[in-house]
């Protein structure tokens, strides 16, 4: 009998037995290397992304993180140059450099800390020319969140200023406790349930297998890493890194001749159910075909089938006369069939069902933590009790915050638990599939559920202000917190580091990360400005901060004096969602051949269909066909030329980055 929660292409996706843990990856040249790196990444990805607005090229969220891995390559390679072997830096020391590059870099650039810290002096600079904002909200605004001062948000804005740090300590010390706060209950709630996620059900983790392949251990444990020496993943690298490299260089020289990985199949239809269809494209991105080809067959088979579904609902909702749109862009809450409504619900069906298969798990936990010492919790990230004795101190800290912001106590206590359950689901999906997934943001969600003119103006206030903790989409929190954490946990378990030595790395490298992102942000905007410029980039406000910034606070307004009533259309597709999400898992619980999993149904409800559909109806056709014809020995063989197509292209994609940082933005 299978494992409660055991994937069902589970002997197809094995995994070797684990090996036992040893602290050798936890040294102190691989804490001196992390935080040297981390130093260099602060200030790169801020002028990268906030100055030079090249995008997301250095970090991008729930898929493949370009920079660590760009990291660990580079780092092995000249690990393996034999003038440097006297350096003897071992796999273990590597992966440990590379998990807490991946785990705190997300801070650093547009979607945490850059936009955390410029929202009040937004809300203030725009309410000049907005007198009704002063006492509808800006009133309501706690001295503690952020300076309200002329002088420093003009500084703010325009720049060529000095920070005002005794107008900034006590905003960033309340911000950073509520963030350190939930970075520690997501790392002790993950140290209860990465036992059962990695041992006991054997999750695919697709995102740690690519850099445990890409830096070999040589011929000896004692022997400094190595690159991979299997050549179909060379083959595939240079494969992907060429195409990945003509692509990015003919959108740059307009003498090239046009090389696109995004093919239109269709434009958009004005009239008619075929509208659902939007424009369709065929996304050929190695890294994207590549990394679905690594997921079991039944949920690649789910999601395309399931986007199909979606897409046949959309049509059927347009004969009936709905709107015309697409199904990528139902972004109503109650309009049938609302995709987004459901993929919100079935991510908090996710979390309850994540946590169903693990009850036993979690008894087991608690009972050791309620009893005296024995040991049996050695081998884990944090001590069961420490664990527990953390979550709850964290857990109510936060609760606290948003009291003392103006929210009801039942508020803050229904807001802490929706959150810490959506990261929770965030990092049990992205364990399993890791792809960009949209739900509703917690104000949308609030909408929804309580009806935002029910709210009292503090509490719309307060999550506008938390949208940067509680949007999935872009911000990166959320893949600090919970998928980077529980990945590193994977990479350590298979790699034979010792969890305990790690963990403590990473919440000591958070801290220090938080402390130089904060830095690094505040000097750089006070220096260039927010309305910053550069040649040929325009007003920031084209940019996502800037729109969603200026959008919140006209948002604040509305809702507080003229906000919604309950959506219980939107509250019925959510709890719909929820619940066929919880179906699905208990389904494949009980029968083998059941055919669809939960997290195919989250994503063929919240990811685009030039991602849901054809990328992962090519990955389960060519896994298909080499299973059938080759069997799990062919597949394996295979799994290094996959790994190998999105290291190329993940590589490329640093190149470019690096390029754009020494032209200054310019190519």
Not at 122 to 140: A, D, H, I, M, V
Not at 165 to 183: D, G, K, N, R
């Amino acid at each position: 009998m299978a494992a409660v929660g055991l994937p069902a292409e589970q002997p197809e996706e094995g995994t070797p037995s684990t090996p036992t843990h040893a602290a050798g990856g936890v040294t102190w040249r691989a804490v001196a290397l992390s935080l040297a790196v981390v130093a260099i990444s602060a200030p790169a990805i801020f002028w990268g992304e906030v100055v030079w607005h090249k995008g997301t090229l250095f970090w991008s969220s729930g898929m493949p993180v370009p920079w660590p891995l760009t990291v660990l390559f580079v780092l092995t390679a000249v690990t393996s140059i034999p003038a440097f072997r006297r350096l003897r830096l071992t796999r273990p020391e590597l992966l440990t450099v590379y998990s807490v590059v991946l785990v705190v870099t997300p801070l650093f650039g547009t979607y945490v800390l850059f936009y955390l810290l410029s929202q009040v002096p937004t809300f203030y600079y725009l309410g000049r020319s907005q007198p009704l904002w002063e006492t509808t909200f800006l009133n309501l605004i706690p001295s503690w969140w952020g300076p309200s001062s002329f002088a420093a948000v003009e500084g703010f804005y325009l720049g060529h200023t000095s920070v005002p740090w005794s107008e900034w300590a006590l905003p960033l010390a309340a911000w950073s406790s509520f963030m350190i706060s939930l970075y520690v209950a997501n790392i002790c709630f993950l140290s209860l349930l990465q036992k059962q996620w990695i041992r006991h059900e054997r999750l695919t983790f697709p995102l740690a297998q690519i850099p445990l392949e890409t830096v070999g251990d040589g011929t000896s444990g004692n022997r400094s890493a190595s690159l991979p020496v299997s050549k179909a993943f060379w083959v595939g690298l240079v494969v992907a890194a060429a195409v990945g490299f003509l692509s990015q260089l003919s959108q740059r020289v307009p003498a090239m001749p046009s090389f696109t990985m995004q093919i239109t199949l269709m434009g958009s239809q004005p009239v008619g159910p075929v509208a659902a269809l939007g424009q369709v494209e065929l996304w050929l991105y190695p890294w994207l075909i590549s990394l679905a080809y690594m997921l079991p067959k039944d949920l690649l088979f789910s999601v395309w089938s399931l986007w199909l579904v979606r897409l046949g609902l959309c049509a059927m909702a347009i004969r009936q006369g709905v709107q015309l749109t697409s199904a990528d862009q139902w972004w109503t809450y109650d309009e049938f069939p609302a995709p987004f409504s459901q993929a919100t619900g079935a991510v908090v069906g996710l979390s309850i069902w994540a946590l169903w298969t693990a009850r036993r798990h979690l008894s087991r936990a608690l009972r050791i933590a309620f009893s005296r010492p024995s040991g049996e919790d050695r081998d884990e990230p944090l001590p069961y009790r420490w664990a527990l004795v953390g979550f709850a101190v964290c857990a109510v800290w936060m609760i606290l915050f948003l009291v003392f912001s103006g929210c009801r106590p039942m508020v803050g206590v229904a807001y802490v638990a929706l959150l810490l359950g959506l990261y929770l689901a965030y990092a049990r999906l992205q364990a399993e599939a890791p792809f960009e997934v949209f739900f509703w943001w917690f104000n949308d969600i609030a909408a929804v559920s309580m009806g935002m003119r029910n709210m009292r103006p503090a509490e719309t206030l307060t999550i506008y202000m938390m949208n940067w903790a509680g949007a999935s989409f872009p911000s990166r929190i959320f893949s600090a917190c919970s998928l980077n954490t529980l990945t590193s946990f994977k990479i350590a378990d298979a790699n034979g580091t010792d969890l305990r030595r790690l963990t403590y790395l990473l919440i000591a490298a958070f801290l220090i990360a938080l402390a130089m992102g904060m830095f690094v942000t505040l000097t750089g905007i006070h220096h260039h400005g927010f309305l910053m410029t550069t040649a040929g980039q325009g007003d920031y406000y084209t940019g996502w901060a800037g729109w969603a910034l200026r959008d919140a606070g006209y948002s604040t307004f509305y809702d507080i004096t003229s906000g919604a009533p309950r959506y219980v259309g939107g509250a019925l597709y959510m709890a719909a969602g929820a619940v066929i999400c919880v179906f699905l898992g208990l389904m494949r619980l009980r029968f083998l051949w059941w055919p669809l999993h939960p997290i195919g149904y989250v994503l063929s409800n919240s990811i685009p269909q030039a991602v849901g559909t054809f990328p992962f109806f090519i990955a389960w056709a060519l896994k298909t066909l080499v299973t059938r014809y080759g069997g799990l020995r062919l597949y394996r063989q295979t799994i290094p030329l996959a790994i190998g197509l999105i290291v190329g292209d993940l590589l490329n994609s640093s190149i470019w980055s690096i390029v754009a940082l020494a032209t200054r933005g310019a190519v």
